[in-house]
């Protein structure tokens, strides 16, 4: 694809995801079947829970992720570096969008470096999608560049076949994908992490890339940005309309490819239309280790800038401690699938 086409395509994603327009239509992330089991009789003191944990080798303060998002343009690299200052703030990961763009042209690799110092300690992660992992599995080198540029603390690889399908132009060859995985995998001196977009990671999927050696599954469920309806509005002709909310709910999924953890050890991330603290919470009972966001965060920051999103991130937290203060935990221990009640029970 043409770099013109490239930087057209990353600003009309950027200026849809500023709307709700987007969201899923019809169906939802499925957080909403889930209470808490409340207990009254807590012992725990709320004031001392922790909520540092590790993401892979780094101390984080937070179990919340900024999702993979955008870059390459000048208005995505503006983003990128706000959303560094937030993630250095609050001390959590930041996914970058795809570095497809900065693969073979060194001329963004100062603004990687930028994008470095200003997130401070804050792990980084870089993505790209599956069609590149084919297209360059004889050579992974100009990853590594990357990887040295950002200091990543994992590389991202999003697999997006329906988002592919109904993009015009779009990759829809994917033939020795999993193969091409497994050499990035074992070529790639970090930890690698597959995402979905929004449709989904199922557990069917997540075995077979946990085969291959991917070290996290991040399951990017439906029921928040639908990838199709970008692409669908992108379409003059609203092609693919009846895909507009094709995907797996984040619950499912999560509760679903969780159960994987009896047969492998893996870093599982919960995102796909977490919108509130109340969400991420539900996310991390339901197994996740971390609860990543995009257009929530996008929004407010483009709304508000970055210190709206410190004060958002900071409010998760509170609504994540009081959470787990009203469940009788002291910590992510026992913060599981016990503390959650499914709503049709309670009546
Ligand atoms: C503006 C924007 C650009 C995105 N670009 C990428 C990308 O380059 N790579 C990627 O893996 N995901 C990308 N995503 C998808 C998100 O990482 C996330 O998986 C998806 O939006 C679902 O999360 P949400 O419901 O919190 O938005 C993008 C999301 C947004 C909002």
Known sequence: MKEDDLKKRKNEHLALCETNDVAFRKKSSGFEHYDFDHLAITEVNRDAISLQKYFFSTLVELPFVISCMTGGTTEADSVNLRLAEVAKAVMIPMGLGSVRYALEDTSHDRLLQSIRNAAGGAPLLPNIGGAQIIQYRKDFSPF?????????????VHLNPVQEALQKNGDTDFTGLLQALEQFV??????????????????????????????????????????????ILRNEDN???????????????????????????????????????????????????????ARVFLQVLMKSGPEAVIGLIHEWAEVLRTVMFATGCTGYSGFDKNVLVVRKDLF
């Open 144 to 156: 590594q560049r990357v990887l040295d540029l950002t200091g990543a603390a994992c590389f991202v």
């Open 239 to 293: 092609r693919g309309s009846e895909l507009w909310d094709w995907g797996l709910p984040t619950a499912y999924c999560l509760r679903t490819v969780h159960e994987l953890h009896t047969q492998f050890q893996f870093m599982l991330i919960g995102s796909g239309g977490v919108h509130t603290g109340l969400d991420a919470a539900k996310a991390l009972a339901l197994g996740a280790d971390f609860a990543a966001s």
């Open 186 to 231: 074992s070529t790639i001196r970090v930890p690698v992490v597959v995402k979905e977009v929004g449709a989904g990671i199922s557990a069917r999927a997540a075995r077979r890339l946990l085969e291959a050696g991917v070290a996290g599954i991040d399951v990017a469920g439906a029921g928040g940005t639908s990838w199709s309806g970008v692409e």
